[in-house]
């Protein structure tokens, strides 16, 4: 990217972020309380399978802080698995395949994913392995962009090779950690609700985030869209047009 076209984007964004502190969605993350869910379910001697773990499983620092726990990453690519130092065992998987996963059932005692579900193409093979894996009251936390976000849609509409560029561009630090292709199978409240349900989780408890302006803060007047529409999606309380979803959801008996 050149110069002149960087120097335009970071001063868009540094005048995008205190204009963003004045709307009140952007005081709620669901990656912040997705972290916070998982530290808070970190407990002694478990074992925890990071989906899509890749480079790296998130929630290893504090892991740290308990005794005997063991880390599974489970990745579509080797690639990115060769450069995980946080997990115990790696396992090189498609959830989408129909396939079982290498792992004993009701073995795990919680599941995790950050920014995956919407890459599956077929969350349902997803889900099932999931309840399978998980162990009775084991929890399954998740984070992932809502189908129906700004920002998602546009992702849908363009094909991926666009998508990529255009956000390698105006996000030159997502290069090697986004721009993969996204289905957002199911992707959305209620379908996903239903869909845990469905595979046997209770006391599913969502957070919705009505904050994605991040993605069009490299032109203000682009960004300022985002942040009033997040903001009447916030107010009015409309689940499906929400930018982030974080769950919690517990394998029933």
């Given at each position: 990217m050149s110069n002149p076209l960087r120097a335009f984007i970071n001063v868009n964004r540094k005048c995008h972020s205190l204009i963003a502190k004045l709307f009140p969605q952007t005081k709620h993350s669901a990656y912040k309380h997705y972290r916070e869910q998982v530290n808070n379910n970190l407990s002694d001697n478990m074992t925890a399978l990071d989906i899509g773990g890749g480079k790296r499983c998130l929630f290893a620092p504090e892991s740290r802080k308990f005794k005997g726990i063991k880390i599974i990453a489970l990745d579509v690519s080797p690639e990115?698995?060769?450069?995980?130092?946080?997990?115990?065992?790696?396992?090189?998987f498609d959830l989408t395949s129909g396939e079982r996963v290498p792992i004993d059932d009701e073995s795990v005692d919680m599941i995790t994913s950050s920014s995956v579900l919407e890459h599956l193409k077929n969350l349902e093979n997803a889900v099932t392995e999931v309840s399978r894996i998980l162990k009775k009251g084991g929890k399954f936390i998740s984070v992932?962009?809502?189908?129906?976000?700004?920002?998602?849609?546009?992702?849908?509409?363009?094909?991926?090779?666009?998508?990529?560029k255009i956000l390698f561009t105006i996000n030159p630090a997502a290069i090697g950690f986004g721009g993969f292709k996204a289905y957002y199978n199911r992707c959305y409240y209620p379908a996903l609700k239903n869909l845990l349900a469905k595979h046997g989780f209770k006391n599913i408890n969502f957070m919705f985030d009505y904050n994605q302006?991040?993605?069009?803060?490299?032109?203000?007047?682009?960004?300022?869209?985002?942040?009033?529409?997040d903001c009447l999606m916030y107010v009015?309380?409309?689940?499906?047009?929400?930018?982030?979803?974080?769950?919690?959801a517990e394998k029933g008996s």
């Amino acid at each position: 990217m050149s110069n002149p076209l960087r120097a335009f984007i970071n001063v868009n964004r540094k005048c995008h972020s205190l204009i963003a502190k004045l709307f009140p969605q952007t005081k709620h993350s669901a990656y912040k309380h997705y972290r916070e869910q998982v530290n808070n379910n970190l407990s002694d001697n478990m074992t925890a399978l990071d989906i899509g773990g890749g480079k790296r499983c998130l929630f290893a620092p504090e892991s740290r802080k308990f005794k005997g726990i063991k880390i599974i990453a489970l990745d579509v690519s080797p690639e990115e698995l060769e450069y995980n130092n946080d997990a115990d065992e790696k396992i090189v998987f498609d959830l989408t395949s129909g396939e079982r996963v290498p792992i004993d059932d009701e073995s795990v005692d919680m599941i995790t994913s950050s920014s995956v579900l919407e890459h599956l193409k077929n969350l349902e093979n997803a889900v099932t392995e999931v309840s399978r894996i998980l162990k009775k009251g084991g929890k399954f936390i998740s984070v992932f962009p809502s189908k129906f976000a700004l920002f998602a849609i546009i992702n849908q509409l363009l094909p991926n090779w666009l998508a990529r560029k255009i956000l390698f561009t105006i996000n030159p630090a997502a290069i090697g950690f986004g721009g993969f292709k996204a289905y957002y199978n199911r992707c959305y409240y209620p379908a996903l609700k239903n869909l845990l349900a469905k595979h046997g989780f209770k006391n599913i408890n969502f957070m919705f985030d009505y904050n994605q302006s991040g993605y069009f803060s490299f032109f203000v007047p682009f960004g300022l869209i985002s942040l009033i529409w997040d903001c009447l999606m916030y107010v009015l309380h409309v689940k499906p047009f929400c930018a982030y979803i974080c769950f919690t959801a517990e394998k029933g008996s």
